[in-house]
Every structure is written in C-alpha cells, then in structure tokens.
C-alpha cells in the first residue's frame, strides 16, 4: 500500500488562490505535478487574502498544528508591504512562521519551501502608483525572506521574476487584475517542481 504524503501551504491570497478555481491554486497544480510522477499526496492549505505574517501566526497558532508533514510551503509578506508595516517587524515575524514551519516538518530543513513575495506593482491595479518605488520595497522584503531562508538552510523558489512578467502579459493575472491567473500559477509550480521531488527524494 502506497503511504500518503501530506504537504501543507502556509500564506495568504495567493496561496488560496484569491480569483482562481481551486484547481488552479499553485499549491494543488504542485500536488497533481507530483501526483504524476507517483506520489500518492494530499494538500491542505492555511491562508486567507489579506493575511499579514502576524495573522498568520494567529492563524496557525488557533488551528494547533501537528507536525509530521513530509512538505511545508511558505509565502508571505505582501500585505505587511502593502500596509506598510516594518522591514524590522518582518523580520522578526518571519523567522518565528519558519521555525513553526520546520516544527511541522519534523524539523527536516530541506522539506520546508519558501517562495518570493511576487510583485503587485506591475499590475493595472497598481495603476496611479509608484510602481517603481512598490517593486524597491518588495524586493526589500524579499532580501529579508531570503537572506532568513537560507540561514536556516531551507529551500528557497524566486517566484518575483515570473510574477513581473505580467506587466507584459495580463493573460496571467486573474479576472481581478491584480492575483494571478491559473496560468501564471503553474508557471509558479514548475519552478517548485524541482525542489519538491528533491525534498521527497531526501536530496
């Protein structure tokens, strides 16, 4: 008998997939990917549009999590940024959600995936604003992510990249125009495709 493998993503709209069917959210075209090359997962998602790391906290702190997931995921920021809140705050709140995450993985550093804060700045809901100074302070807090990820030795995805490409292209933003479509999703789960068999792998 095959045993499961459970993956839990930890985030905020665009780990739900704000505008998007569920079938479309990155964390469960990750686990059809995966699913297709053999794997027999499950996915349960923790995140809510709008949710600051500091909600996320709470969050995870009210649902009283058990360890034993074989993946982890972890992308947040983008509303501490939009609402202004601190670099120093991030920090802080940060490193606390990617502790609690490598809990959940049983303290298997390579099973834990963190992923960039995408860039909203490129997107016509954006429009009227300094989208240049938006990108600075999201790669700002990107910097912070990144640099805590791999102190921790954790797996880290650079979804930003991709995210801008849609300044160009408004086929991979939602009905919203301001998420992400379906197929800027996969692009996102191409790119965490690698890193996650080489989690499972225990490479």
């Known amino acids: 008998m095959t045993q499961t493998t459970h993956y839990l993503a930890l985030g905020d709209s665009y780990t739900i997939g704000e505008s ?6 990155w964390p469960n075209q990750l686990a059809d990917r995966l699913r297709g090359r053999g794997y027999e997962l499950d ?24 360890g034993g997931y074989a993946l982890v995921s ?21 490193s606390s959600l990617l502790e609690q995450s490598l809990h959940l993985a ?3 550093r390579k099973r834990v995936l963190v992923l960039s804060i995408p860039d909203w700045g490129v997107t016509p809901f954006a429009a009227g ?6 990108s ?24 930003t990249p991709a995210s801008r490409l849609a300044s160009s292209d408004w086929s991979l ?30 490479i």
């Not at 998007?20 to 959210?25: D, K, T």
């Not at 996915?43 to 058990?66: C, F, K, N, P, Y």
């Not at 125009?177 to 379906?182: R, V």
């Open 136 to 159: 600075l302070q999201i790669d700002a807090f990107n910097a912070v992510n990144r640099e805590i990820s791999h102190q921790a030795g954790v797996r880290y995805v650079d979804v």
């Open 129 to 134: 604003r300094d989208r240049v100074r938006l």
């Open 173 to 202: 933003l939602a009905s919203d125009q301001l998420h992400p479509s379906g197929r800027m999703y996969s692009h996102w789960a191409d790119l965490v495709l690698p890193e996650a068999l080489a989690a499972l792998n225990g």
């Open 106 to 108: 049983d303290g298997r």
């Open 20 to 25: 998007v069917p569920e079938h479309e959210r």
């Open 43 to 66: 996915v349960a998602i923790l995140a809510r549009t709008g949710w600051t790391t500091g909600e996320l906290t709470d969050a995870m702190r009210a649902a009283s999590l058990a």
């Open 74 to 94: 972890l992308l947040i920021g983008v509303n501490n940024q939009y609402r202004g809140l601190s670099l120093d705050a991030y920090r802080v709140e940060f």
